[in-house]
């Protein structure tokens, strides 16, 4: 999958601005796995579908979670995750759009995933930055340390 871009809307109205992201790190290419990747494939022919119905051609600058006359933005993608909680009867409180991003790091995290490849991943350019964001999810890495050098003798 290829970062290339950033989409910031404005509070006032539906106006938004297509941008590069913040750092030459930020552009990158992240590889997805197996079973995401035919997800996103399921989707695109489904949305497919959903754009026709508005008289839209999809092409290959549609935006991903475009899925009617609207373009995408966090209040929209925060209220389709609360629906669908909703609809399929989760037991689970719906999070929003970008606490996706911090349940994927807290996930890499927590499978002992090396914070150079997860900072790669997220675009910052040092690993501090990752650290700085989302250093309180290693709080057992300490322990686990220590428990590894016992092992060593």
Same mark, same amino acid.
């Not at 930020?26 to 399921?42: D, G, M, Q, W």
């Not at 979670?65 to 009867?89: D, G, V």
């Given at each position: 999958?290829?970062?290339?871009?950033?989409?910031?809307?404005?509070?006032?109205?539906?106006?938004?601005?297509?941008?590069?992201?913040?750092?030459?790190?930020?552009?990158?290419?992240?590889?997805?796995?197996?079973?995401?990747?035919?997800?996103?494939?399921?989707?695109?022919?489904?949305?497919?579908?959903?754009?026709?119905?508005?008289?839209?051609?999809?092409?290959?600058? @549609?935006?991903?979670?475009?899925?009617? #006359?609207?373009? *995408? $933005? +966090?209040?929209?993608?925060?209220?389709?995750?609360?629906?669908?909680?909703?609809?399929?009867?989760?037991?689970?409180?719906?999070?929003?759009?970008?606490?996706?991003?911090?349940?994927?790091?807290?996930?890499?995290?927590?499978?002992?995933?090396?914070?150079?490849?997860?900072?790669?991943?997220?675009?910052?350019?040092?690993?501090? @930055?990752?650290?700085?964001?989302?250093? #309180?999810?290693? *709080? $057992? +890495?300490?322990?686990?340390?220590?428990?590894?050098?016992?092992?060593?003798?």
């Amino acid at each position: 999958m290829i970062i290339n871009k950033t989409l910031t809307s404005f509070k006032q109205g539906n106006d938004f601005l297509v941008t590069s992201p913040k750092t030459s790190k930020s552009n990158r290419v992240i590889t997805v796995n197996k079973k995401l990747s035919a997800l996103l494939e399921k989707w695109k022919d489904r949305q497919k579908e959903a754009l026709e119905e508005y008289g839209i051609e999809q092409t290959d600058t @549609t935006r991903i979670f475009k899925f009617n #006359h609207r373009t *995408p $933005n +966090r209040n929209h993608l925060n209220e389709f995750i609360k629906q669908a909680c909703e609809k399929y009867n989760l037991d689970i409180p719906p999070i929003n759009i970008h606490a996706f991003r911090h349940s994927h790091v807290s996930l890499l995290i927590n499978s002992g995933e090396d914070i150079h490849i997860i900072s790669q991943r997220l675009g910052h350019s040092r690993t501090s @930055t990752t650290y700085d964001i989302y250093g #309180h999810l290693f *709080p $057992n +890495r300490q322990k686990e340390l220590a428990d590894r050098l016992d092992n060593l003798f």
